[in-house]
């Protein structure tokens, strides 16, 4: 099994709140969100208090997206293989059935015709 090393380069993303507090010096009421290239970062007021969220769950999406577009033709190789594999595992046996039909008839008929002709029988016990 091989592994996969996948670097995620660094961004930088910078956002300037101008002015976040009124005159008296009190923060005022913020809601902004960035986006980032492995999700999105939310800066909320909460009083005289900054919150602060860093959604990251898309990364393992992100993870799944970069795997399937890297591998997507070797993907589509292997499920092409796949049906085929299966359509190999019924018609060779199907040819096979049907000559070995044919020949177990083809020689009763000429095992019949031998004895018919020599007028040969058997008698059983």
Not at 59 to 88: A, D, G, H, P, W
Not at 114 to 119: D, G, M, S
């Amino acid at each position: 099994m091989e592994r996969e090393k996948i670097v995620l380069l660094p961004s930088i993303n910078t956002d300037v709140i101008n002015s976040p507090c009124d005159s008296t010096g009190k923060l005022k009421v913020i809601e902004r969100t960035i986006k980032i290239p492995y999700g999105e970062v939310k800066v909320n007021s909460n009083g005289d208090n900054l919150k602060i969220q860093v959604n990251t769950d898309s990364i393992s999406s992100l993870y799944e997206k970069v795997y399937r577009e890297r591998n997507s033709s070797q993907l589509t190789e292997i499920n092409e293989l796949r049906i085929e594999n299966e359509k190999l595992k019924i018609t060779p046996f199907n040819w096979w059935k049907w000559i070995g039909y044919l020949s177990i008839g083809l020689n009763i008929v000429l095992i019949l015709k031998y004895l018919i002709k020599y007028k040969l029988s058997f008698k059983i016990l």
